[in-house]
């Protein structure tokens, strides 16, 4: 049999594919220059704006450069992660190249390539995503299909439109419908494009009786719409959600296509959801999405897909208006958006496209099932509550709470994982609802929570997991592997570590949230330690050490403060803990504050406090030597000078005028000695005070202060490698029973140790203390001249 002919590739689109794959093995090969080319690369000034050269480089160089720029000065791997780009995202890549190659064919040949990139992109789409009989607009900006559609459902409104504009719209004024949780802005943006009034934008409620937080209230919408047409206006387009950005929850869509079609207006659907329409088995409420007026996908974070366009779908019968509207257009160089998708949907195939949305929608399901086991962890994307209304008495509200709970069948499949830490007995049973908490308390656990998503990002990146802020549950961390996993590469053992991550850090969060209290009320004990009321903080809280001294001016004393604290926090810092000191937040109102971060089991509290007070105490008496040093030793020296004077007077009224003069007095000292007494002085800088120097000299002195040097102080007694703030026994299931008996016999041998030296001590005789003593007073003690010989002599 005849083998079919080889046809020749056109060798430019060769050259094309092969200069797109060196690009990309230099920008993704991580190789980093040598030392030489840093220093070279310092010294030279292609990394700052400037002149274009007059001669060319070669792409190795431009490449070099663009490398560059991507990764700054980031010299470790780690820090040179990228999304991950697969073979389908090179295809990708290559469109752009080809787009711009194809454009410069010929008019006729071109227009016959666009349109059938187009026709077959189109085909596609609508087949894999069940819209039937559907038409395409592709746009850079996701939200530019919106736009197009809103100004579709202008011109079918407004017949004269195009002649006469705005001034149609004065007189029946449109209104644009959305839901509250829709992405924010969105409602703006469209206002802003269109040359509408804020007027003209219906923000519709959520639920806030039966169903999900996260859904349009469709009965309230119904009633939105009758107010405004009895009032003359025009409802023109509704905007719904597959998937609102924050929780993943979709809207009853097959309810809001009947309202659409009862007020003839145009519904538009959009969300992560819409993603699911390429599997087999689809929940009703997405399914619906089918039949609305238009839908909006974005194939590229699903598929993994870099720079493809967004697709909007849409139905519409008037090829003209859909001419005005500006979704089609005459120029075949337009059509080319299209290009990078259809490469990309040709390499990945129906089974590989069908494959991501499932293994993305798998990944859903996993960790949901493991969330479901762990008891302090509440899930936001299966359970909705209805509140109860009022009843007058309170009676039966108390019996039923204030929360029912339903299941949604249509939330069970959505591929959005929303979780929250909550503690069983001090969060509300619905898994989401916030009402009831007390004063604070939603605050507390919306920065554990938002700490909790960082940490879980930070250890394990691949798994996508980010913080989002709902308005009813507050902050949660947000699992959604259809816009995160192809792009990261995330595999089911992400999600097995992500799990494991969080059941370590579950404990943490506990703990914290029970000695949050009780390091407050320790703080509150100590008369030097000030409570910071900051409930943004993941944390125990946060202190301040105030300092003892009133009689300063308010400038001073907060600069002692500052300088105490800062100190303080420099020594908690250098510890051998595992606690976190922090000088708080950064918009943090409260300055001059020592933050303390996460807490375990086995944390000491009272310890903790004490330590806190122990140190600043320290830093402020050491503090006070510095600060007051120029007075105190101006007044110090004023009375020695005082003393010395007074001295020098009684001096000279004990041995006389004539025995002051040097001939003379040296005569009468020799036939008649005088015996004066020499005071010694000691000088106190702490103090700023002149002291006697009898009690230094004085043998009973001495002893006393010997005794008080061998008395040992009082300290915390701890096992080996056990460390700061840590109570023994409260981690005992970690240690095993070898090591618990050798720390016990070390601690038996240490006190054992100690009892044999002060039993050696107490054998001494204490005449031989009093005699040590007594030679170490003679050797320090100062005499008169003259008098040292006799003084030895009587002491013998």
């Not at 010929?106 to 187009?118: A, F, G, M, S, V």
């Not at 720079?307 to 139905?315: E, F, N, S």
């Not at 799990?499 to 009320?521: A, H, N, W, Y």
Request: glycine share 8%.
């Amino acid at each position: 049999m005849d083998k079919p002919p080889v046809k020749m590739m056109d060798p430019t689109l060769a050259e094309m594919g092969n200069h797109l794959s060196d690009a990309m093995k230099i920008l993704e090969s991580g190789k980093l220059e040598s030392e030489q080319g840093k220093e070279r690369r310092k010294l030279s000034w292609k990394d700052f704006p400037g002149p274009l050269q007059g001669d060319g480089q070669d792409v190795v160089s431009i490449l070099q450069l663009v490398q560059n720029l991507m990764h700054g000065d980031d010299d470790q791997q780690g820090h040179r992660r990228m999304q991950y780009v697969g073979e389908q995202g090179h295809m990708a890549l290559l469109g752009h190249s080809l787009a711009a190659y194809i454009s410069v064919l010929e008019r006729e040949r071109l227009r016959k390539l666009t349109t059938r990139i187009l026709s077959d992109t189109t085909l596609w789409l609508c087949r894999l995503f069940r819209y039937e009989n559907g038409s395409a607009y592709y746009h850079e900006d996701d939200r530019e299909g919106l736009v197009k559609m809103c100004r579709l459902a202008i011109n079918t409104h407004y017949e004269d439109y195009a002649t006469e504009g705005f001034t149609l719209l004065s007189s029946k004024h449109p209104v644009i419908y959305q839901s509250a949780a829709c992405r924010p802005g969105l409602g703006q943006h469209l206002c802003s494009q269109l040359g509408l009034p804020l007027s003209s934008l219906c923000i519709v409620p959520c639920n806030t009786m039966f169903g999900s937080l996260h859904q349009m209230d469709v009965a309230l919408l119904d009633k939105l719409i009758r107010d405004d047409r009895e009032s003359g206006k025009l409802p023109l387009l509704l905007i719904a959600n597959a998937g609102t950005p924050g929780a993943g929850h979709t809207d009853k869509l097959s309810r809001l296509k009947e309202l659409c079609v009862q007020y003839n207006m145009w519904l538009h659907v959009e969300g992560v959801n819409l993603a699911t329409l390429v599997l087999g088995q689809v929940s009703s409420t997405v399914t619906a999405a089918t039949k609305c007026d238009s839908i909006t996908l974005t194939p590229g974070p699903w598929l993994g897909l870099p720079a493809v366009p967004a697709v909007t779908l849409y139905r519409h019968e008037d090829p003209a208006l859909s001419l005005a509207a500006g979704l089609t257009s005459s120029q075949p160089v337009e059509k080319l958006r299209a290009l990078p998708l259809w490469l990309s949907l040709q390499y990945l195939g129906h089974d590989g496209i069908l494959q991501r949305i499932k293994h993305a929608s798998q990944l859903s399901q996993q960790l949901l099932e493991h969330l479901k086991t762990l008891a302090s962890i509440k899930t936001s994307d299966v359970v909705s509550h209805s509140r109860v209304p009022p009843i007058s008495g309170g009676s039966l509200r108390d019996v039923l709470g204030s929360l029912i709970l339903s299941i949604v069948e249509d939330e069970l499949n959505s591929p959005v994982v929303v979780f929250r830490f909550s503690q069983d007995n001090s969060a509300p049973s619905s898994g989401g609802s916030v009402e009831g908490y007390l004063a604070g308390e939603r605050d507390i656990l919306d920065a554990l929570n938002r700490w909790l998503g960082e940490q879980l990002a930070q250890q394990v990146p691949l798994s996508g997991v980010d913080v989002v802020e709902l308005e009813d549950e507050g902050t949660c961390v947000r699992f959604s592997p259809l816009m995160t996993a192809a792009a990261l590469g995330t595999q089911e053992n992400d999600v097995a570590a992500l799990v494991e991550k969080l059941g370590e850090m579950i404990p943490v969060l506990s703990c914290t949230l029970r000695f949050r209290q009780d390091f407050k009320d320790e703080v509150l004990q100590q008369a030097s330690l000030s409570y910071i009321e900051d409930q943004s903080w993941p944390g125990l809280g946060g202190v301040r050490y105030e300092a003892r001294t009133t009689d300063l001016d308010e400038d001073k004393r907060q600069y002692r403060v500052e300088r105490i604290n800062s100190d303080l926090l420099k020594k908690l810092m250098e510890l051998d803990t595992d606690l976190y000191f922090s000088d708080g937040p950064e918009f943090c109102e409260e300055k001059n504050c020592i933050f303390i971060g996460m807490a375990t089991e086995d944390l000491d509290v009272a310890e903790l406090v004490e330590t806190i007070v122990s140190i600043g105490r320290d830093i402020e008496e050491s503090g006070k030597l510095f600060e007051n040093m120029t007075e105190v030793v101006r007044r110090g020296i004023q009375e020695a000078e005082q003393q010395l004077q007074k001295a020098n007077e009684e001096k000279l009224m004990e041995e006389g005028v004539l025995r002051q003069i040097p001939l003379v007095g040296s005569v009468l000292n020799w036939f008649s000695p005088v015996q004066a007494s020499v005071k010694g002085r000691t000088f106190n800088l702490a103090e700023g005070c002149l002291d006697s120097t009898e009690p230094v000299y004085s043998v009973k002195a001495q002893m006393i202060k010997e005794a008080s040097l061998d008395s040992p102080k009082s300290v915390t007694k701890r096992f080996p490698g056990q460390k700061l703030f840590r109570r023994h026994g409260a981690g005992s299931d970690s240690v095993s029973d070898t090591s618990s008996v050798s720390q016990l016999e070390e601690s038996f041998r240490e006190t054992a140790h100690v009892q044999a030296i002060d039993a050696e001590e107490a054998e001494v005789p204490q005449e031989h203390h009093v005699h040590i003593v007594a030679e170490m007073a003679l050797s320090d003690q100062r005499v008169p001249e003259g008098q040292e010989t006799e003084s030895v002599d009587t002491l013998r």
